[in-house]
């Protein structure tokens, strides 16, 4: 079962060139540690990628809420990837009729697909979503997610709207290369211990020190995300970087150190080892 894989043979099932990498890098690091960067200047969202660069494999990035944007953002997020060996996911979450998220995608003031590894979609749109954007990015050995379920009280990403979400994933391997989820998406719809498929499971909603926040995210641990319920990758957010947009770098390096430690473990825990 994929529970048992260790990532770097996981990677072995992988042929698109950005889940491959992503997986590669999370052995050689010994992190399952996406940290989410949500500040609104440049040089909090620098800084922060700087200090928990050793302890990641992926930064997860919204662009957009950056108030003073400019094309130097990317040049210098791209040289920390290299400086600290980790990958780039924009969490842009695309749900619009295939043409216009391909223009999304690859053009306006972002141009998501020139630098961004991994990106999302909301399946609401169907297959079309799918279409859309992989006319961009599969040339680019992008990778896909799907937001088959979300972390927040009261989602309506659940029941056959989750399922449906799997099944467009199954007709588009070649770029989908997994989810946004809560828990494990490859056995839906199969009979219990048949599938064999391996999707990566990218999870938010994940925090040690408190139970969610005033607007309806929720959060569960390391232990449960990894262990418990099978996921890949945990993303933090404000468990890491905390309120003061990171000011303190120390306490941000420790929080890194200490999410990376909690998720290599209960992996470690999950695989056996
Ligand atoms: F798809 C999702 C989801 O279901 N929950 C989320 O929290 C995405 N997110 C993102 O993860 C959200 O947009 C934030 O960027 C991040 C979680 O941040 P936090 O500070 O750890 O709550």
Request: a negative charge; aromatic letters at 8%.
């Amino acid at each position: 079962s994929i529970l048992k894989q260790t990532y770097s043979q996981r990677a072995e099932n992988h042929r698109n060139p950005a889940a491959k990498a992503l997986l590669e890098t999370i052995e050689r690091k010994r992190s399952n540690l996406c940290v989410s960067v949500d500040v609104t200047k440049k040089a909090d969202f620098l800084r922060i990628i700087d200090i928990v660069g050793p302890y990641i494999c992926l930064v997860k990035t919204h662009v957009d809420i950056i108030e003073d944007f400019d094309f130097s953002v990317i040049e210098n997020l791209k040289d920390l990837s290299v400086k600290h060996d980790f990958q780039i996911f924009e969490d842009r979450k695309f749900a619009d009729i295939g043409n216009t998220v391909a223009l999304q995608y690859a053009s306006g003031v972002y141009k998501i697909a020139s630098w961004s590894h991994i990106t999302n979609a909301h399946p609401v749109p169907g297959p079309s979503v799918i279409t859309g954007l992989l006319s961009v990015g599969l040339p680019l050995g992008r990778g896909l997610l799907l937001l088959s379920e979300m972390s927040t009280k009261g989602s309506l990403a659940t029941g056959s709207y989750t399922e449906e979400a799997v099944r467009m994933a199954r007709s588009n391997r070649d770029f989908v290369v997994g989810f946004i989820a809560q828990r494990r998406m490859d056995n839906i719809g199969v009979a219990e211990g048949a599938s064999d498929e391996d999707f990566l499971i990218l999870t938010p909603g994940v925090g040690m020190d408190v139970k969610g926040d005033s607007m309806g995210q929720q959060y569960r641990t390391p232990r449960e995300v990894v262990l418990e319920s099978g996921c890949d990758v945990i993303i933090v957010g404000r468990g890491i970087y905390g309120k003061g947009n990171g000011a303190n770098p120390e306490a941000v390096r420790e929080q890194a150190e200490r999410y990376r430690a909690e998720g290599w473990k209960a992996y470690e825990e999950r695989i056996g080892s």
